[in-house]
């Protein structure tokens, strides 16, 4: 018997149930919610010849000041986290398209 996690009170309940003892949270309601959820970060690994184009998009991106962009930029950071893989993929494509231009 498999158990998971119920996403409102975290309890663990078998995945047979339909809803979480403890809680009452209807279970295919928080498997479906669960596949939905998933998040990512995005990494910069290399910003080319275009250091200074990326250290603007990545303030843009991500809401910082010069000093901590330019800090990704140097450093190889994690550029923004949390984000759904549409977002991830946006910016993956747009910081791609600035270091090939």
Known sequence: MSL?????????????????????????????????????????????????KIIKQIREIVG?????????VDNIYCVKTNCSVEEANQIKILLEKMVKV
């Open 64 to 72: 910082c000041d010069f000093v901590t962009a330019k800090n990704i």
């Open 4 to 52: 998971i996690k119920c996403i409102e009170c975290n309890h663990e309940v078998s995945g047979f149930a339909e809803s979480c003892p403890n809680c009452g949270c209807p279970i295919s309601m928080s498997t479906n919610r669960k596949k939905d959820n998933n998040i990512y970060s995005v990494i910069l690994v290399s910003c080319g010849e275009r250091k200074v």
